[in-house]
């Protein structure tokens, strides 16, 4: 079974430790300790708190098929004449979309805009982490 610390599980989640310790003291998260005392979580268990979190209604403008939605902030954009680059930080998430600039000019878009990227692929390669 996979089991991360609490400073593992928070670079997962590109939050602080102090959050994650505050989210287990809550009980909203589930941990245990290890042999050595130390607070861990079962990966299940983390990836169930993940779901929940990302279960956000409200972040769906509208009906779509694409569930791959990450909330973020502008941090980049860069426009020419016809097309722009968009940079999005969602957590730990580096999140770049090329469009038109009709398209940024119609969202507003700016650095400091919360926005949504939606990704809808036909291929997603998925890769094994090595532990650290």
């Given at each position: 079974?996979?089991?991360?610390?609490?400073?593992?599980?928070?670079?997962?989640?590109?939050?602080?430790?102090?959050?994650?310790?505050?989210?287990?003291?809550?009980?909203?998260?589930?941990?245990?300790?290890?042999?050595?005392?130390?607070?861990?979580?079962?990966?299940?268990?983390?990836?169930?708190?993940?779901?929940?979190?990302?279960a956000?209604?409200?972040?769906?403008?509208?009906?779509?098929s694409?569930?791959?939605?990450?909330?973020?902030?502008?941090?980049?954009?860069?426009?020419?004449?016809?097309?722009?680059?968009?940079?999005?930080?969602?957590?730990?998430?580096?999140?770049?979309?090329?469009?038109?600039?009709?398209?940024?000019?119609?969202?507003?878009?700016?650095?400091?805009?919360?926005?949504?990227?939606?990704?809808?692929?036909?291929?997603?390669?998925?890769?094994?982490?090595?532990?650290?």
């Amino acid at each position: 079974m996979t089991v991360f610390r609490i400073s593992e599980a928070a670079g997962l989640l590109g939050v602080s430790d102090d959050t994650v310790r505050r989210w287990v003291d809550a009980g909203r998260l589930d941990a245990t300790r290890d042999g050595q005392g130390h607070r861990v979580i079962r990966g299940t268990d983390l990836a169930a708190f993940v779901r929940a979190q990302a279960a956000d209604p409200d972040a769906r403008s509208e009906e779509s098929s694409a569930r791959n939605r990450l909330r973020g902030i502008v941090t980049a954009v860069v426009k020419d004449t016809v097309m722009a680059q968009v940079d999005i930080q969602a957590g730990p998430f580096r999140v770049v979309s090329l469009m038109s600039r009709e398209a940024v000019d119609d969202l507003d878009l700016e650095v400091g805009s919360v926005a949504i990227a939606v990704i809808k692929s036909t291929t997603v390669v998925v890769e094994r982490a090595v532990a650290r």
